[in-house]
C-alpha cells in the first residue's frame, strides 16, 4: 500500500515532512477555507492520486522514485505553513499552499521537477501537467458564481 511505503521513504531518508490523516486533512481544508472568507486571502489545493500516477510508469520501481524526489522537494523546500494530507480512501495526497495563488503551486512544481532533473528522472513534469488540477480558493468560487451569474442573464 502506498501509505507504508510514503512513510518508509519519509523515515529512511529523515525527511521532515508530516502527513496528516484523511480526517484531519479535511478538518483543515474547512478551516482554510474559513479563515480564507474571514481573512480574505487565498490557497491552492491540489490532489495526488496515487493509483493515476503509478499507471504513467511501466514500473513500480519509477512510482516509487517518483514519490521520493516528491518527497524530497518537499522537505528540502518546505515553507511550514503548506499541508499535506491523505485524501478520501487514502487515494492520495492533497495539498495546501496556504497564502498562496496560482504562483505558489507553480514555484512548488518548479523546485520538484528542479529535483526531477538533478535525479535525472525527467518524468515528472508530464505527470504534473496531466494529472494535477491546482484549485485556487476562493477564485474556483468566484469563477463558478461568474458563470452562475452570466448563465441566468
Known sequence: MMKEQLFNLIGKYRFNISIYTKELFERRCQEEIIRSDEDNTSFVYLEFNFDQIARKFDNEEDNLKFWKIFMEALAKNN?????????????????????SKIEGWLRVRGRIEQTANMNNFPHVSNIFSSLVV????????????????SAST
Open 79 to 99: 515553507r511550514g505553513c503548506d499541508i499535506i494530507g491523505f485524501i478520501e480512501n487514502e487515494a492520495g495526497l492533497g495539498m495546501l499552499l496556504l497564502d
Open 134 to 149: 491546482p484549485i485556487v480558493y476562493p477564485a474556483c468560487i468566484q469563477d463558478m458564481q461568474q458563470k452562475a451569474a
